[in-house]
């Protein structure tokens, strides 16, 4: 018998005892007859009354012959010494009986309701601060839905990205045509997991995927299954795929992926863990059970693929991962194309240049450098958006915002104006280094009191031993140019050494170019998408105390090495470093234009002659 014939039986239940109910209420009503004290007293002399029950409030009682039809009868009570002295006078008198029940109901009903509305208050109040909304919805989905009007994101807004666009345009075509699409019996992916760098627009190819395919787009967070009950996270994802096939075709589109599909540690409930895989358990299960001939295409996107748990990744569930990497210069001119249209620009401004000095910035960074221009155009009450703008811009980004407030000692001037020009001489000096483009003196940012811009003018992909030596030099320019003039070393260079450690610390332990550890990598490759942070090197140690001794001897030696040779361009172009440095404290920035004028008798270093083969 299933669920809908037992509620039948239920209902017809209850109508029998309802009418029965019904009967014996009619029965009594048409048989009994209310009547007042007085009459009742009437009756009561004249022997028509055969017997009574008294209760605290109505006396019920059976004639002995019927009255008008009737052969019972109720009254309600009155005190015996009133019902005499009123039967004496020939008055007529009824009992009234005081209606208590509500106020019964009510003194025990109010309070419990006061009670009731004072917790879901506080509750409520503490549901918002911890994100679970209501109680009742705790294991809803939280996915915002979108529709294609909401989107309002195309292809045509999604720039410098083409093979990530190509990669997706048959889950377009599959949505838009489901059924046609599978002829030759090939299936959609079921999962397309985005991956790359932050702000490289993950994001916005999933919403332009929805736009461009008009289907309903269900957008949520990989945090935002996860709450402090047990089995929300669970109840959210059955939830989330479940509207999403009644609404099929349609997009689930999970951000932050690795929030909840990290890899699954063998202690499982220890350390508030289990909540998060038994969502991710989930998870896998949903991938495994829904059919893409539904129209339900699940994309998600993360920056930490190396994370996440290889079940998850297996083919049948993300059956296709798309790179979503940062755009190299042709892609960062499309990209600021797209965002240019929104600002009025000068006649001077040119997109390749900007595109030029922006090498690494991502899509994100590119919109931020458009406003940021714009802003500084506004702030100067410019009527169009300048050059010189984004190239300030591009400087505010890179080194902070100026401090022309933070006032230094003539002393401590003197030395970060020889600091700088020691980087920007030897980054001239040495052949393959990136243009200097600016010199200053301004503080800026958190801690900088001057700096040094290079920009590269080129993508680049590979570094040769040279190219990486001669980068360690130029950070070591600052120091060696202390030395020389003041004959002393500040703590000024104090970054410059984390980040030529660094390098050095490479070259012998993760590119095996140090002749005597040989061709032997003893760091274990990082993750391509993790930016690395100066200062927190880590190597996992697989190889002896000798070994270790070894590439600390190596990475000091490569240091000193390029130290003295630094130092040795700076004494050879002593006077160019005196005369720059002057000008610098003069004017507190030189431009690229004013560097060339300033070295044009510098002595530079040759490149080496390649040797024949």
């Known amino acids: 018998m299933d669920r809908k014939q037992q509620l039948n039986i239920w209902y017809a239940v209850a109508a029998a005892i309802l009418l029965l109910l019904f009967q014996g209420w009619w029965r009594e009503m048409r048989t009994t007859e209310v009547i007042p004290y007085s ?59 005081e209606q208590t029940f509500l106020r019964e109901v009510l003194s025990w009903v109010v309070p419990v309701l006061v009670f009731f509305a004072i917790w879901a208050f506080v509750f409520r109040k503490f549901a ?55 002829q030759l019996g090939a299936r959609i992916p079921k999962g397309v997991l985005l991956v790359g760098p932050p702000g490289t627009g993950k ?77 991710l358990n989930q998870l896998l299960t949903e991938l495994d059970g829904f059919d893409p001939s539904e129209g339900v295409v699940l994309l ?25 990497d940062r755009p190299d210069k042709l892609g960062r001119v499309q990209i600021l194309n797209v965002h240019i249209k929104k600002v009025k620009l000068a006649p001077d401004v040119d997109v390749e240049q900007i595109a030029s000095i922006t090498t690494g910035f991502s899509g994100a960074d590119l919109a931020n450098l458009v406003n940021e221009a714009a802003l500084l155009a506004t702030r100067r009450k410019a009527k169009a958006v300048s050059m010189e703008d984004f190239n ?24 970060v104006a020889y600091h700088e020009m020691g980087h920007a001489l030897v980054a001239l000096a040495l052949p393959g280094t990136d243009p200097v483009h600016k010199v200053s003196i301004v503080p800026r940012g958190v801690g900088a009191l001057g700096y040094t811009i290079q920009r590269p003018t080129e993508d680049r992909f590979l570094m040769t031993k040279d190219e990486l030596l001669n980068k360690i030099a130029v950070i070591l320019g600052g120091r060696a140019a202390e030395k020389i003039v003041f004959d ?50 880590s190597i996992e140690r697989r190889f002896s105390e000798d070994t270790a001794r070894e590439i600390d001897l190596a990475v000091r030696r490569i240091i000193d090495e390029q130290f003295e040779r630094t130092v040795g361009i700076l004494q050879e172009n002593r006077e160019i470093l005196e005369r720059c440095a002057r000008e610098l404290l003069e004017t507190e920035t030189l431009d690229e234009a004013a560097l060339r004028r300033l070295t044009a008798d510098l002595r530079r270093v040759r490149e080496p002659t390649p040797v024949a083969a």
């Open 300 to 324: 998600a996107a993360t920056n930490r693929p190396e994370i996440l748990d290889p079940a998850l990744l297996r083919a049948g569930r993300f059956d296709r991962q798309v790179l979503v």
């Open 203 to 279: 994001t916005l190819l999933a919403k332009a995927v929805a736009g461009e395919a008009g289907v309903p787009f269900f957008s949520i967070s990989g945090s935002e299954f996860v709450e402090m009950f047990v089995g929300v996270g669970a109840a959210r994802v059955r939830d989330l795929f479940e509207q999403a096939r009644k609404a099929a075709p349609a997009i689930i589109f999970i951000d932050e992926l690795d929030a909840l599909g990290r890899a699954r540690s063998a202690l499982t409930g220890i350390g508030g863990h289990d909540e998060r895989e038994q969502t």
């Open 128 to 182: 918002e601060r911890q994100g679970l909304g209501g109680f009742m919805s705790v294991g809803r989905s939280k996915a915002k839905i979108y529709v294609e009007k909401d989107t309002k994101v195309t292809f045509d807004d999604v720039a410098g990205v083409d093979e990530a666009k190509a990669e997706l345009v048959e889950i377009v075509e599959f949505l838009k045509n489901p059924k046609e699409y599978g």
């Open 39 to 97: 009459e009742f007293m009437e009756y009561l002399d004249k022997g028509l009354v055969d017997r009574i029950a008294v209760g605290d409030q109505y006396i019920t009682g059976f004639f002995r012959e019927p009255q008008a039809g009737k052969t019972q009868f109720v009254t309600p009570r009155v005190d015996p010494a009133i019902a005499n002295d009123l039967a004496k006078r020939g008055v007529q008198f009824t009992g009234v009986v």
């Open 488 to 537: 002393h070393l500040s703590t000024g260079a104090a970054d410059d050494l984390v980040r030529a450690t660094d390098i050095a610390r490479s070259i012998v332990a993760r590119y095996g170019m140090d002749p005597k550890l040989g061709s032997v990598a003893y760091d274990v490759e990082r993750s391509p998408f993790l930016q690395p942070v100066a200062g927190q090197y």
């Open 392 to 415: 300030q811009a591009v400087e505010r980004i890179v080194a902070g915002l100026e401090k022309r407030n933070r006032v230094l000692n003539p002393r401590e001037r003197q030395i």
